[in-house]
């Protein structure tokens, strides 16, 4: 049974930072690409962040360049979200989602964690 759980999140003002972890189990971690999303309260899922299975490729929502970086670790099979310089319009619950395929589109992803609410005050 594949298991993605995300922790890390919480209450931040704006300006500050945050890092979000992903530990996966019940699959060959290395052998699977790994993304971060996040969904606002009545907005649709977006995607945020990407890296390849070995870690050397990365890839950013534009909204998130240099100022989100995904990293992975393949021994401790997690993958992690460096967040910071937030904003009140990173609040969401942010996601991360497996796939064999380096794509952004939510419906490449076929295993999804249950999500960590970030929350980002004025």
């Known amino acids: 049974q594949v298991q993605l759980v995300e922790s890390g999140g919480g209450l931040v003002q704006a300006g500050g930072s945050l890092r979000l972890s992903c530990a996966a189990s019940g699959l060959t971690f290395s052998r699977y690409n790994m993304g971060w999303f996040r969904q606002a309260p009545g907005k649709e899922r977006d995607f945020v962040a990407l890296i390849s299975y070995s870690g050397v490729s990365t890839y950013y929502a534009d909204s998130m360049k240099g100022r989100f970086t995904i990293s992975r670790d393949n021994a401790k099979n997690t993958v992690y979200l460096q967040m910071n310089s937030l904003k009140p319009e990173d609040t969401a619950v942010y996601y991360c989602?497996?796939?064999?395929?380096?794509?952004?589109?939510?419906?490449?992803?076929?295993?999804w964690g249950q999500g960590t609410q970030v929350t980002v005050s004025s």
């Open positions: 989602a497996a796939s064999n395929r380096y794509r952004p589109g939510t419906n490449d992803y076929d295993y």
